[in-house]
């Protein structure tokens, strides 16, 4: 019995120590611009790829820190995606969106399951598993990848979606 407390004990210590001595960060929500996720034509019926590049400075994403900026943990909240409505626009299927930047390998970041349609804007479901974010804001480069399925057999021209998506970023204070 006094084992066992005393174990119950040890770990109640063990707790209170790594929750005392946890950097103190500060939470951030970050939105991308509105970026052009590009395809460029001729695309062809079944998978097609669209990619956006957000090229940021993380002193201009959070000039209230001094010094140098840490991020300790990075995930995204939101992905939209809306047909470019002053173009042509084919009949389109399903769209996965992935990630990638300079030391990171690419990442699938959210999933439409539903038809796109123009002149609707789409929120993508989030991955519930998101790695390498905090790695991806230090390369201060960030490509998304859209690959999307074609359900017309034939397009000649580009086709291009605003692309918007909202990180909560945490940094070292």
Same mark, same amino acid.
């Given at each position: ?11 109640? $210590?063990? $707790? ?5 001595c946890a ?5 951030h ?37 001094e ?39 690419m ?9 796109i ?12 598993k ?19 399925d ?21 940094? $070292?204070?």
């Amino acid at each position: 019995m006094k084992i066992k407390l005393l174990s119950f004990a040890m770990m109640g $210590l063990v $707790l209170i120590m790594n929750v005392s001595c946890a950097p103190d960060t500060e939470t951030h929500q970050v939105t991308t611009p509105v970026l052009d996720l590009k395809a460029v034509g001729p695309l062809f019926e079944g998978s097609n790829t669209s990619t956006a590049t957000w090229k940021f400075s993380l002193n201009d994403l959070f000039p209230e820190i001094e010094g140098d900026i840490v991020v300790d943990k990075a995930r995204i909240t939101s992905i939209t995606v809306k047909p470019r409505s002053d173009m042509d626009f084919p009949k389109v299927g399903k769209m996965v969106m992935e990630m990638k930047s300079k030391y990171t390998s690419m990442t699938r970041i959210g999933l439409l399951e539903s038809n796109i349609q123009i002149d609707k804007s789409y929120d993508l479901q989030i991955a519930g598993k998101q790695e390498e974010l905090e790695t991806a804001f230090e390369d201060e480069r960030i490509t998304f990848v859209g690959d999307f399925d074609m359900l017309q057999e034939d397009f000649y021209d580009d086709v291009v979606f605003d692309l918007q998506v909202t990180f909560e970023v945490e940094t $070292l204070k």
